[in-house]
């Protein structure tokens, strides 16, 4: 290793002191000034000169040490900077503010229970410091210990009621914990004292709108747009491998990124999209390495995809789900792109019109199909307003309901499997892996994990663990051949599929989009962790591989 060179800032009028101290002073002297690699050079300088003499203060060691490991994590230099702390502790445990730096340099690499033992030890010292309590928050909100997060700061919060970061943190750990009003009161209050906090803005339109509340919701989104047309977000550890754009329907349907994001080795710049705006793609696309087009819902963003196509193709760059291919997965679309893949039943599906004629008649010479068929509101999702009905004239009843929206009539397929039980399978596709990602079993058609007794059923949980762990075993050669030729016509990178299997085998189709949701919430159905994991590590090595120019066309 080459020796550090003495480096001089402007003249030292107080040349006093020892070798060692007068370092310290220039190189503090030349950080002021900006000038970071000469000031590590003195700093080092100092620390040698101290060792050669062997007499120099622990004062001044430890503050050399600090100061060092300071710069070094300013710059970057994360290994410099660690050794240093390490060594000021060593030589002065009673430093207090080193200790949070330590922690925070634990924070940036993203090591979030080591920088919480970090902080604590801060805070063994100066119980009220309160760099060490606010910056342990959020890694404490990293590593998921919401409930102590809160009671932090809510001291805190007491402590400084006008300062809008910590009510901004405290609403994202009260919607952690499920307590969805006091959040938005707490982004709330955020807002009122900082008026230009988009993101808080942005978290208000998102919590209002899971209430109901569209109206503000929307009037949030467009705010926050207004202030901030990019939202942005480090990585988790830095420095970060590529920056990426996430293009994002502030009013409908998004690929969940709560789980897939989470320690993201990515810089985020989030666009919310709206359809009266124009948007300036050299400014956009500086510094971006990959667009991921989060807008995932075709009938409820309609208006929006092709504002989405025509700027990723400006943009011209690596497209994670280009939002051409995402027009494609409407209900209807789907029915239409998917038919005639052998082993596979793909039901035929019409969409009518809002005010179209509903009467039983009219629905006689307009279905398609002569089958039992299910019915809901286009754009909806789950098993909300959605019927399967016996005969036009149950139909008819149902559609009368809401006149004034569009709806999707779909061919009944019977999935019931021979123990009378039906099996909805889901997998999700990445990249050019299909992965399974859960199985419900139910005695009802309308099947939701949630609405099973499968958290009482151990049979159950053991056959979706063994289709989790060894889907082949469950879905032969024919069957995962009719799922490739699914991917290959959907043509995104990312997607989920909902499916059955009929009495003959055969693959039947229930839903194809990029919406469904991948979390790793698995409380009682830890069985589940590891199928997930494997999409989060098949979604981070895609990403990886679009940014850097080579994913295949």
Same mark, same amino acid.
């Given at each position: 290793m080459q020796t550090p060179q003495p480096v001089s800032a402007s003249p030292d009028p107080?040349?006093?002191?020892?070798?060692?101290q007068q370092q310290l002073r220039i190189g503090l002297a030349l950080y002021r000034e900006g000038k970071a690699a000469d000031a590590i050079a003195a700093f080092q300088h100092g620390l040698l000169e101290a060792e050669k003499a062997g007499t120099e203060s622990t004062e001044t060691l430890?503050?050399?040490?600090?100061?060092?490991?300071?710069?070094?994590a300013a710059s970057g230099d994360f290994e410099l900077a660690s050794v240093n702390y390490h060594a000021a502790l060593t030589i002065a445990p009673h430093l207090t503010?080193?200790?949070? @730096? #330590?922690?925070?340099?634990?924070?940036?690499?993203? !090591?979030?229970?080591?920088?919480?033992?970090l902080y604590l030890q801060a805070l063994k010292l100066n119980p009220r410091h309160w760099a060490a309590r606010a910056n342990m928050v959020q890694a404490l909100m990293a590593a998921k210990q919401y409930l102590i997060a809160k009671a932090i700061l809510i001291e805190l919060k007491g402590e400084r009621p006008q300062d809008a970061r910590i009510h901004h943190l405290l609403g994202k750990t009260?919607?952690?914990?499920?307590?969805?009003?006091?959040?938005?009161? @707490? #982004?709330?209050?955020?807002?009122?004292?900082?008026? !230009?906090?988009?993101e808080s803005i942005n978290w208000i339109g998102a919590l209002k709108q899971t209430t109901g509340d569209d109206e503000a919701a929307q009037a949030a989104y467009a705010e926050a747009a207004r202030i901030q047309p990019l939202i942005s977000r480090p990585a988790a550890k830095q420095p970060a491998d590529f920056r990426v754009l996430a293009l994002y329907a502030p009013f409908g349907g998004n690929t969940p990124t709560e789980y897939l994001f989470q320690d993201a080795f990515f810089d985020t710049d989030t666009l919310s999209l709206f359809a009266s705006r124009e948007y300036d793609t050299a400014t956009l696309g500086r510094n971006i390495q990959l667009v991921i087009n989060l807008v995932s819902d075709a009938d409820q963003t309609e208006a929006l995809l092709p504002l989405a196509a025509?700027?990723?193709?400006?943009?011209?760059?690596?497209?994670?789900?280009?939002?051409?291919?995402?027009?494609?997965t409407t209900r209807d679309a789907v029915a239409h792109l998917l038919q005639g893949i052998p082993g596979c039943r793909v039901p035929q599906a019409l969409r009518l019109k809002a005010g179209a004629d509903c009467s039983e008649a009219a629905l006689k010479a307009m279905l398609p199909f002569s089958s039992v068929a299910l019915a809901r509101p286009v754009g909806t999702h789950g098993g909300d307003d959605f019927e399967k009905v016996e005969d036009v004239a149950a139909l008819a009843a149902f559609l009368s309901q809401r006149p004034d929206h569009d709806h999707y009539l779909i061919e009944y397929i019977d999935y019931l499997s021979a123990d009378g039980n039906f099996r909805k399978y889901r997998f999700i596709f990445v990249d050019d892996q299909i992965l399974?990602?859960?199985?419900?079993?139910?005695?009802?058609?309308?099947?939701?994990?949630?609405?099973?007794?499968?958290?009482?059923?151990?049979?159950m949980q053991q056959e979706e663990a063994a289709f989790l762990d060894d889907s082949a075993a469950v879905f032969g050669p024919a069957q995962f051949e009719a799922l490739h030729e699914i991917r290959r016509r959907v043509g995104l990178d990312y997607f989920?599929?909902?499916?059955?299997?009929?009495?003959?085998?055969?693959?039947?189709?229930?839903e194809v989009n990029a919406s469904m949701l991948v979390h790793a919430r698995n409380e009682g159905f830890l069985y589940k962790t590891p199928a997930v994991e494997r999409v989060k590590r098949a979604y981070d090595a895609m990403l990886r591989k679009l940014a850097a120019g080579t994913a295949s066309n």
């Open positions: 107080d040349a006093t002191g020892s070798i060692a430890s503050e050399l040490h600090a100061k060092l490991g300071n710069v070094a503010n080193c200790w949070c @730096s #330590f922690g925070d340099l634990y924070l940036r690499c993203g !090591q979030h229970q080591r920088a919480i033992d009260l919607f952690e914990l499920n307590e969805i009003a006091p959040a938005i009161a @707490s #982004f709330q209050e955020a807002v009122a004292l900082n008026p !230009q906090d988009a025509e700027l990723v193709d400006r943009l011209g760059l690596p497209t994670l789900n280009h939002p051409r291919r995402v027009q494609q399974p990602y859960h199985l419900c079993i139910g005695r009802d058609w309308k099947l939701h994990h949630i609405n099973t007794d499968m958290a009482h059923q151990p049979w989920g599929i909902d499916c059955g299997l009929d009495a003959s085998g055969n693959v039947v189709v229930f």
